[in-house]
């Protein structure tokens, strides 16, 4: 049973930092990309960033670009999203998603319909 499981979620500060990791059970994701999208309150789930199965193809949304930075490690099957400079409209619960096709594709889409397994989610607060 493929699982991802996130964590790092938590209340913080307007100018503070988290980082959130997600853990991939049951299948191996070193061939495929990962990404993490959010959904807000009231809103419909968004794309937030992504990368390919290297790590070296990283691509993110407008309104995380230059404040996020999106990571992996192949050897623990885990991705991680470092993030700085967190505003209250980057309240959301995250979750992270990774695509099962297509092998070694250079390639990381931004579109949630591209991915095949998706986290449980881990709430981000943050307060101004």
């Known amino acids: 049973q493929v699982q991802l499981v996130e964590s790092g979620g938590g209340l913080v500060q307007a100018g503070g930092s988290l980082r959130l990791s997600c853990a991939a059970s049951?299948?191996?994701?070193?061939?495929?990309?990962l990404a993490w999208f959010r959904q807000a309150p009231g809103k419909e789930r968004e794309f937030v960033a992504t990368?390919?199965?290297?790590?070296?193809?990283?691509y993110y949304a407008d309104s995380v670009k230059g404040r996020f930075t999106i990571s992996r490690d192949n050897a623990k099957n885990t991705v991680y999203l470092q993030m700085n400079s967190l505003k209250p409209e980057d309240t959301a619960v995250y979750y992270c998603?990774?695509?099962?096709?297509?092998?070694?594709?250079?390639?990381?889409?931004?579109?949630?319909?591209?991915?095949?397994?998706w986290g449980q989610g881990t709430q981000v607060t943050v307060s101004s």
């Open positions: 998603a990774a695509r099962g096709k297509q092998r070694y594709r250079d390639y990381a889409p931004s579109d949630s319909g591209e991915y095949d397994y």
């Open positions: 049951g299948r191996t994701f070193t061939a495929y990309p």
């Open positions: 990368l390919n199965w290297s790590g070296r193809r990283t």
